[in-house]
């Protein structure tokens, strides 16, 4: 194993001679035990990019042998994590489990990936397990930078919560909110671009904007932003200046947005500018892949996951693929609409290159849905193919909501944002 402290623990290696073994007792023929036990895809994480991957492999050639490592029980999805935010919905209806997936044929091991060979082709479990594969898929998510904000780690993150993995930091930020006095102020910090879900932040100060104007009408929200746009910019300024006016304040790089330094202590954000002192402060940090792909020598030294846009596979390390928000998408979203469509493309990829046939080249598609108010949705769409080394999005084939929109119209697409929401979840997990 290159790198990371590992856990002692017996060594359960999975061998192909015990699979080979086991057909020649069965008495198949040679190349359905081969096929069978030659091609063991491993994926690491079982969020909307390595669930749907385990799955569509398993259904487009059940004779694979899927690995699915995941060590939680249940999945927490983070779209609609911010009605959780604002009371609106609860933690349980974001929660879904794996029976679905290995009823589908799909191994679970419920452990943590905890290192990887690529010379060996051999994945390392938290239990001391080893599994082994043709190919492997790395796919977990994002790892907060507890080191990009000075005062901001960890321990700070329970007073200052980031709510940006759903958890019990979605339910602390919403406990914090229904605790503030009135009159009170929230101050979020949102960092750069690349982060998990370009629009969230300002669907989360939406709907913390209607929690507010509901139950503490003389509360403030302010957010210190370290860019000077945002995903849907206009669409969302429409929404605040009607739903919201005056609520709302939200400060740009270039005003002094970039918050350099924080103290939980005393629940302040620093800016260039000045500091903010919060009753609420929720710091979104900057993020990167989860810490297995840099274990695995996928990360490149922005944290990212370089790939080949065809096929996911790592342009650093053959034999490994890295789909969703790890993955460089290049002008693809950090999303679960994307995760889910790369997880696809990249199933499809590894089906042919087991088979040794060239692999397709794939279209995507993303849509990201952002709420502004339950009964108000606003969305931005695009289309995706390889170009240059990285996915390009395809010019004229994309859109967003159209500004100045009728209340029927926001009604429709936040209702589309529910059947979204439900159709890829029961897709996935179901
Ligand atoms: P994840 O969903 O994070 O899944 C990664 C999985 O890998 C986890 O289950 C984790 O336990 C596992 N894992 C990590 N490390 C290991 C390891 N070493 N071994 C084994 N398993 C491991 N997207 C949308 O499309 N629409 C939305 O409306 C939307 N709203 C959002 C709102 C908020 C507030 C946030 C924070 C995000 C939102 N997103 C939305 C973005 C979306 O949640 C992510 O883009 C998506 O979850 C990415 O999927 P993923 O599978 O790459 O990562």
Same mark, same amino acid.
């Given at each position: 194993?290159?790198?990371?402290?590992?856990?002692?623990?017996?060594?359960?290696?999975?061998?192909?001679?015990?699979?080979?073994?086991?057909?020649?007792?069965?008495?198949?023929?040679?190349?359905?035990?081969?096929?069978?036990?030659?091609?063991?895809?491993?994926?690491?994480?079982?969020?909307?990019?390595?669930?749907?991957?385990?799955?569509?492999?398993?259904?487009?050639?059940?004779?694979?042998?899927?690995?699915?490592?995941?060590?939680?029980?249940?999945?927490?999805?983070?779209?609609?994590?911010?009605?959780?935010?604002?009371?609106?919905?609860?933690?349980?209806?974001?929660?879904?489990?794996?029976?679905?997936?290995?009823?589908?044929?799909?191994?679970?091991?419920?452990?943590? #990936? =905890?290192?990887?060979? &690529?010379? *060996?082709?051999?994945?390392?479990?938290?239990?001391? +397990?080893? $599994?082994?594969?043709?190919? !492997?898929?790395?796919?977990?998510?994002?790892?907060?930078?507890?080191?990009?904000?000075?005062?901001?780690?960890?321990?700070?993150?329970?007073?200052?919560?980031?709510?940006?993995?759903?958890?019990?930091?979605?339910?602390?930020?919403?406990?914090?909110?229904?605790?503030?006095?009135?009159?009170?102020?929230?101050?979020? #910090? =949102?960092?750069?671009? &690349?982060? *998990?879900?370009?629009?969230?932040?300002?669907?989360? +100060?939406? $709907?913390?904007?209607?929690? !507010?104007?509901?139950?503490?009408?003389?509360?403030?929200?302010?957010?210190?932003?370290?860019?000077?746009?945002?995903?849907?910019?206009?669409?969302?300024?429409?929404?605040?200046?009607?739903?919201?006016?005056?609520?709302?304040?939200?400060?740009?790089?270039?005003?002094?947005?970039?918050?350099?330094?924080?103290?939980?202590?005393?629940?302040?954000?620093?800016?260039?500018?000045?500091?903010?002192?919060?009753?609420? +402060?929720?710091?979104?940090?900057?993020?990167?892949?989860?810490?297995?792909?840099?274990?695995?020598?996928?990360?490149?030294?922005?944290?990212?996951?370089?790939?080949?846009?065809?096929?996911?596979?790592?342009?650093?390390?053959?034999?490994?693929?890295?789909?969703?928000?790890?993955?460089?998408?290049?002008?693809?979203?950090?999303?679960?609409?994307?995760?889910?469509?790369?997880?696809?493309?990249?199933?499809?990829?590894?089906?042919?290159?087991?088979?040794?046939?060239?692999?397709?080249?794939?279209?995507?598609?993303?849509?990201?849905?952002?709420?502004?108010?339950?009964?108000?949705?606003?969305?931005?769409?695009?289309?995706?193919?390889?170009?240059?080394?990285?996915?390009?999005?395809?010019?004229?084939?994309?859109?967003?909501?159209?500004?100045?929109?009728?209340?029927?119209?926001?009604?429709?697409?936040?209702?589309?944002?529910?059947?979204?929401?439900?159709?890829?979840?029961?897709?996935?997990?179901?």
């Amino acid at each position: 194993m290159p790198t990371g402290s590992l856990p002692s623990g017996p060594s359960r290696r999975t061998t192909l001679q015990g699979a080979l073994a086991t057909g020649a007792l069965l008495g198949l023929s040679t190349p359905a035990a081969l096929g069978q036990a030659a091609a063991p895809v491993v994926v690491i994480g079982g969020g909307f990019a390595g669930a749907t991957c385990a799955r569509s492999l398993k259904q487009a050639d059940p004779g694979l042998a899927v690995t699915l490592v995941e060590p939680a029980e249940r999945y927490l999805a983070c779209p609609f994590s911010n009605l959780v935010v604002a009371g609106l919905r609860e933690l349980d209806e974001q929660a879904f489990g794996y029976a679905g997936i290995a009823a589908a044929g799909v191994t679970i091991a419920r452990q943590p #990936a =905890v290192a990887v060979d &690529p010379e *060996r082709r051999r994945v390392r479990l938290g239990d001391g +397990a080893e $599994l082994d594969y043709q190919r !492997l898929v790395v796919a977990p998510g994002v790892d907060l930078r507890f080191d990009a904000i000075p005062g901001y780690d960890e321990a700070a993150s329970e007073r200052m919560p980031h709510a940006w993995k759903a958890g019990p930091q979605t339910e602390l930020l919403r406990r914090q909110l229904g605790a503030m006095p009135d009159g009170g102020q929230v101050v979020m #910090a =949102v960092p750069a671009n &690349p982060f *998990r879900c370009p629009p969230g932040p300002y669907e989360r +100060a939406s $709907l913390i904007a209607h929690y !507010l104007k509901t139950h503490k009408p003389r509360a403030k929200l302010i957010i210190l932003d370290a860019k000077d746009q945002f995903s849907k910019q206009r669409l969302f300024e429409e929404a605040w200046a009607e739903l919201y006016p005056g609520l709302i304040e939200w400060v740009s790089l270039s005003f002094g947005g970039q918050v350099t330094e924080v103290d939980p202590g005393a629940n302040t954000l620093v800016t260039e500018f000045g500091s903010h002192r919060a009753d609420v +402060a929720n710091v979104i940090p900057p993020q990167r892949a989860g810490a297995i792909a840099a274990l695995a020598g996928v990360a490149d030294a922005t944290g990212w996951c370089p790939i080949d846009p065809v096929t996911f596979e790592s342009t650093l390390v053959p034999g490994i693929h890295v789909i969703g928000d790890a993955a460089i998408g290049g002008a693809m979203p950090k999303s679960a609409f994307s995760a889910n469509a790369q997880a696809k493309a990249c199933a499809a990829a590894i089906i042919h290159l087991v088979r040794e046939e060239a692999p397709p080249t794939p279209k995507l598609i993303n849509t990201c849905y952002s709420l502004v108010a339950p009964d108000y949705g606003i969305s931005i769409a695009g289309v995706y193919a390889p170009k240059d080394g990285l996915l390009a999005e395809v010019e004229g084939a994309g859109g967003v909501s159209p500004l100045e929109a009728p209340a029927a119209v926001r009604q429709a697409e936040a209702a589309y944002a529910e059947a979204w929401f439900r159709t890829v979840t029961d897709e996935v997990f179901g």
